[in-house]
């Protein structure tokens, strides 16, 4: 691999321009296929085979009119007043003329609702008076056969007792009998009225159940229009969203604002703004000062640009192929900055460290490809292997963020290994800068680390008690994160998106936010009479649900087998009530079913409890494999597991961080945060790959040096100190350049965007400068030459990769 680098970078040194145009041919290639093939990005999350998407897939078997996307329209006052009727009138208009919108099935006009709604309680009550005035006729007339049996029946009386003869008695008989058929009559009236009286009150109680579904609120100062789609929510195209925004939001009403839930507004956020250019600035800043070179600083800038424009103008030409979530983009954009600027500093440092110490130009790029070229290939695999475990999941959605972000670092790789000494080649000795090139005229520049001493042993037990009681403390918050996907809530302050949270939340109750659907299956030959009372049993089970607040009926298919109702819980849709209801719905049983529970709440928790499920089986395979390359790497056992166990550490202290500042509020100004909720469902995981990867990066880069040393035949604890001395600065450099590249994305409007910046930010700043250059140094002092040992018989079996390029130097002598 070494020797394999070597040759490339003398190749790309002499080749310079060769290079470049390549390089410039696929960015073009690349970018016109974006522009061709680009079919636009989803902000909808989903999991196949979950409890919802089950219900999902019955309502379109059985009920297709409700398995479609369905979003709300929230128009409100300005002033808070109610509204006027001419006000009502215009956003009836609006409801009723759908002749422009796209994929739209129902419209409802809040004020037919609501007026259908008390119409239905004035025939209740109509109902009920007609019942009790029939029932009184009912016991008027029987109050009259009553009087006319005993009339009759004390005529006979007294005709038997005077020896009346039978035909005379017999006229009687027949009076009687009419009497009693009337009578007959009478009770099928009656029997015929109580089943009326019956259906009357079950469809009361019905509505009662349903009093806390409104759309227009009590006050009347805001009213919603529910918009019915005809596609799924994962297939609803832009276009349909796009629509119904420009029908309602073109045709102002004075004095009335109009806002759109997330189903219709939520915007795909944009993949890189002012806050991640300042990043880039920022990790700018770092290069000049570590390279002392403007035009040296410049090469990992540019490399790591076009790096990601190749990654994510490639990946996004896949998007009319597949659906692709728009924070994957994002993810790719985040690595290939971060690793890009680093993997080609990474070979620049070491190309300009060996020129100051007196080699010739092109020897020292293909050295430095060789060397600080094999150890980027090395530290590359890991994280490329880290997010390609995220297939492992099942989860289709994350394993695409993973392949995206894989193929990032794997072109930010190869674009280091290649145009970074192309572009070295073109500076020739420039790349110093003038007071380098004024340091090497006066001699060669020995090499920091030939002054390293070990760390004091004091100091060493210090460290690591302090480190790892930071930590653990750090990490004391992630006991209790909850999980969830953002709503409107975390939506931007002053979003169209989050204004509705808020007005519906301030009109009709925190509920009306997490609207779910709930089925229940019909034994088989239930009959339309039977269906009102089936409902009721049902809608009486739900909501004596601890937290449900209303429920409704919606729906019943044409044979007869499946119920739909709407119900509205007491609180949010990230709130802990709500994942409780969730539960306990689909743990009620309705004639040996369990109920079916849908909803962006419901998907919301089924999409959090799935990935905390895989996450166990996705931290055992990256770990597992990454100890393989590590050993490799090492030829250690205790090197990889003493880097595996510092990076759990900063792994829980990361979860701690995330949970203080986005579930519990900690310094929520500071990032500009306007409310708090449950940590993004698939941090964790993602987490998990690319810190892992990225904390291997450091690793190698540190414990190579140490290595290097200690087979040159320094001694284990000096070994460590020449090693920790040589690649300190950068890597320093080099974490606080993937800080300040995830930083700007801390400041983004979209939440899912200001989670991945943190999380990312927080972690390479934990693992870099507590576990790397502060725990992991002070355990290998500890453990002495024992870090290195491992046994022969592996030792023997494994391949010599020689990271280090020990090998290589001892090959190719220096000019």
Not at 238 to 261: L, T
Not at 301 to 321: C, D, K, N, P, W
Request: glycine share 10%.
């Amino acid at each position: 691999m070494a020797e394999l680098l070597y040759r490339l970078g003398r190749l790309a040194a002499r080749r310079a321009g060769w290079v470049i145009g390549v390089w410039a041919l696929v960015l073009a290639l690349t970018a016109g296929a974006f522009a061709a093939f680009f079919g636009g990005l989803s902000n909808s999350f989903d999991i196949p085979g979950t409890a919802s998407s089950e219900v999902i897939d019955e309502l379109q078997e059985r009920l297709p009119e409700y398995s479609g996307a369905a979003g709300m329209v929230v128009f409100h006052t300005d002033d808070g007043s109610q509204l006027t009727d001419a006000q009502r009138t215009a956003i009836s208009q609006l409801a009723a003329d759908t002749s422009d919108l796209v994929d739209v099935a129902e419209v409802v006009d809040p004020f037919d609702a609501e007026q259908q709604r008390a119409d239905q309680l004035a025939q209740v009550e109509a109902g009920r008076a007609q019942l009790d005035e029939a029932r009184a006729q009912l016991d008027g007339g029987q109050a009259q056969l009553d009087a006319g049996r005993a009339q009759l029946d004390a005529a006979r009386a007294q005709l038997e007792a005077s020896g009346a003869p039978p035909a005379m008695l017999a006229g009687l008989d027949a009076q009687r009998a009419e009497l009693d058929a009337q009578q007959a009559t009478l009770d099928a009236g009656r029997a015929e009225l109580e089943a009326q009286a019956t259906l009357l009150e079950q469809g009361a109680r019905v509505a009662e159940l349903a009093e806390g579904i409104r759309v227009v609120s009590e006050d009347g100062a805001t009213a919603v229009v529910n918009v019915a789609f005809t596609e799924p929510r994962l297939e609803l195209s832009d276009e349909a969203k796009q629509s119904v925004i420009d029908h309602f939001s073109d045709h102002g009403i004075d004095g009335v604002e109009v806002a759109f839930s997330t189903e219709i507004a939520q915007g795909v956020p944009a993949i890189i703004g002012v806050s991640e250019a300042i990043g880039v600035a920022i990790a700018g800043i770092v290069l000049v000062v570590m390279l002392g070179s403007l035009l040296a600083a410049s090469f990992p800038i540019v490399t790591a640009l076009t790096g990601v424009a190749i990654g994510v103008l490639g990946a996004l030409a896949f998007s009319g192929l597949t659906t692709m979530a728009s924070v994957t983009p994002v993810l790719g954009v985040m690595l290939g900055l971060a690793v890009g600027i680093d993997y080609s500093l990474f070979i620049v440092n070491r190309h300009r460290r060996q020129l100051l110490s007196g080699a010739e130009v092109h020897e020292s790029i293909a050295l430095a490809n060789g060397t600080a070229g094999t150890a980027v290939v090395f530290a590359g695999s890991t994280v490329v292997v880290a997010l390609l475990a995220l297939f492992v999941t099942g989860i289709p959605f994350l394993g695409l963020m993973g392949a995206v972000g894989a193929a990032c670092v794997a072109i930010a790789v190869a674009v280091a290994v290649t145009l970074t000494p192309a572009m070295l080649g073109l500076a020739g000795e420039r790349m110093l800068g003038r007071r380098g090139r004024r340091t090497l005229a006066s001699g060669p520049v020995p090499h920091p680390a030939d002054t390293a001493t070990p760390m004091g042993w004091v100091r060493t037990v210090v460290t690591i008690v302090l480190t790892v009681a930071a930590l653990l403390a750090c990490a004391v918050p992630a006991a209790s994160m909850r999980l969830g996907l953002p709503d409107g809530g975390s939506e931007p302050e002053g979003s169209t998106t989050n204004r509705a949270f808020e007005l519906l939340h301030d009109g009709f109750g925190a509920g009306a936010n997490s609207t779910m659907l709930v089925t229940a299956q019909l034994p088989d030959g239930t009959t339309d009479d039977e269906v009102l009372g089936r409902q009721l049993d049902i809608a009486e089970a739900i909501g004596a649900v601890d937290g449900v607040v209303a429920v409704a009926p919606i729906a019943v298919d044409d044979a007869n087998e499946l119920l739909a109702f709407q119900v509205i819980p007491a609180e949010g849709p990230n709130d802990a009530s709500t994942a409780e209801v969730v539960h306990a719905l689909r743990g009620l049983e309705v004639d040996g079913e369990l109920l079916g529970v849908a909803g962006q709440a419901a998907i919301n928790i089924d999409i959090s409890n799935n990935l905390a499920d895989v996450l166990p089986l996705y931290l055992a395979v990256v770990v597992g494999i990454s100890l393989v390359i590590m050993i490799l790497v090492f030829r250690s056992l205790l090197v990889p597991l003493i880097a595996t166990g510092g990076f759990i550490l900063s792994l829980l202290a990361t979860y701690g961080a995330l949970v203080a500042v986005f579930q519990w509020g900690w310094f929520a100004p500071v990032f500009g945060l306007t409310a708090t909720g449950p940590v993004l469902s698939f941090m964790p995981l993602i987490l998990v790959g690319i810190l892992f990867g990225l904390a291997m990066d450091y690793q190698l880069f540190l414990a190579s040096g140490m290595r290097e040393a200690y087979v040159h035949g320094a001694t284990a604890r000096l070994a460590v100190a020449r090693g920790f001395r040589a690649g300190r600065s950068v890597v320093i450099a080099a974490g606080l350049i993937m800080v300040s590249v995830f930083g700007g994305f801390v400041f983004s409007e979209a939440v899912i965007i200001r989670q991945f910046g943190f999380g990312l930010a927080v972690g390479v700043l934990l693992d870099a400068f507590v576990v790397r250059l502060l725990l992991m140094p002070a355990l290998m002092h500890v453990l002495g030459r024992a870090a290195w040992w491992i046994p022969r018989w592996l030792d023997r079996a494994m391949p010599n990769v020689d990271v280090e390029g020990a090998a290589l130097e001892r090959a190719h002598q220096r000019a």
